[in-house]
């Protein structure tokens, strides 16, 4: 028995948002969440430490630990120290618990010493994030562009990947994110779910290739149906962005932008209070790298 693992995996941002068809897209970005998890022979106690923001909730990391462990029926026989660390930003629509949810898992399979399909392991981080109440949808979109990188379609109720695309060019991404957190599971979802017509129209787009403009428009929806300012994004495509729109449920606003743009993009969004992120879009799958 291995006993211990470290695994990584990436952020992602949102293309279309899942919450009211049950049916999204993401892309995957190169911020990083790295968990370690040592077991130990005390079944049923999951003791958890967050790294930068001790403050957050454990329960993500307790949960999917315990369905890693029921899965291969272990439940019974350890339990475990978890650590995560992370440049992701919580709550703020950058997919930080689908990173922390694929991390955690893929590190207690390895712990474990255990084969498990990619699918799988993506599958037991959503079933946690379910579980610890962190989602509406199970995020099963954002899950899979954090695991497997590159541009993700997905049908979140049958769990299943309907479109990957890699990307030819990998252009920058930019985050503008406001100060104040957004938590997935205390938006209006009645009132997301009425934007249903329109967001099947985004979710068609990206299924036809055409991801950034889907990623534009859904970002325009949902804004209009939760309430927050479009100008940041508006601003961004103005400056030369391919696409820009809210991520997730907010609050950070996404903009996609060629390399020779970049600077005129962060002009343009430099005097609005927040912090500003630079990324790339990642194509590299999630590993086990200790």
């Not at 995957?28 to 790294?51: F, Q, Y």
């Not at 927050?228 to 400056?239: G, H, I, M, N, Q």
Request: proline letters at 3%.
């Amino acid at each position: 028995m291995r006993g211990r693992a470290e695994a990584i995996t990436h952020g992602a941002a949102t293309i279309v948002n899942a919450i009211a068809t049950g049916k999204g897209a993401a892309v995957g970005v190169d911020l990083w969440t790295k968990a370690s998890v040592t077991l130990t022979d005390e079944p049923g106690t999951v003791k958890v430490k967050i790294l930068p923001d001790s403050s957050e909730s454990p329960v993500l990391a307790q949960k999917t630990f315990e369905h890693v462990l029921r899965h291969f029926g272990l439940e019974k026989e350890f339990g475990a120290k978890v650590e995560t660390r992370s440049n992701i930003p919580v709550a703020r629509g950058l997919k930080s618990s689908s990173a922390a949810a694929n991390a955690i898992a893929l590190a207690t399979v390895a712990a474990l010493e255990r084969g498990l399909d990619d699918v799988d392991v993506v599958k037991l981080g959503v079933d946690g994030a379910v579980d610890a109440k962190v989602t509406v949808t199970g995020a099963f979109d954002d899950a899979c562009a954090s695991y497997f990188g590159g541009v993700v379609i997905t049908d979140n109720m049958e769990r299943r990947i309907v479109k990957r695309f890699e990307l030819a060019e990998c252009p920058t991404v930019l985050f503008y994110v406001p100060d104040k957190k957004s938590y997935t599971i205390s938006s209006d979802v009645k009132r997301m779910k009425t934007m249903a017509p329109v967001v099947k129209l985004a979710y068609r787009e990206a299924l036809n290739g055409n991801y950034w403009a889907a990623l534009t428009l859904n970002g325009l929806i949902y804004s209009s149906a939760l309430g927050y300012d479009s100008s940041p994004a508006v601003d961004a495509l103005a400056a030369g962005a391919l696409a820009s729109g809210l991520s997730g449920t907010g609050a950070a606003v996404t903009a996609i932008v060629p390399e020779d743009k970049v600077d005129s993009v962060k002009e343009i969004w430099q005097n609005r209070e927040g912090e500003f992120l630079e990324a790339r879009i990642n194509q590299e799958k999630a590993r086990v790298v200790g």
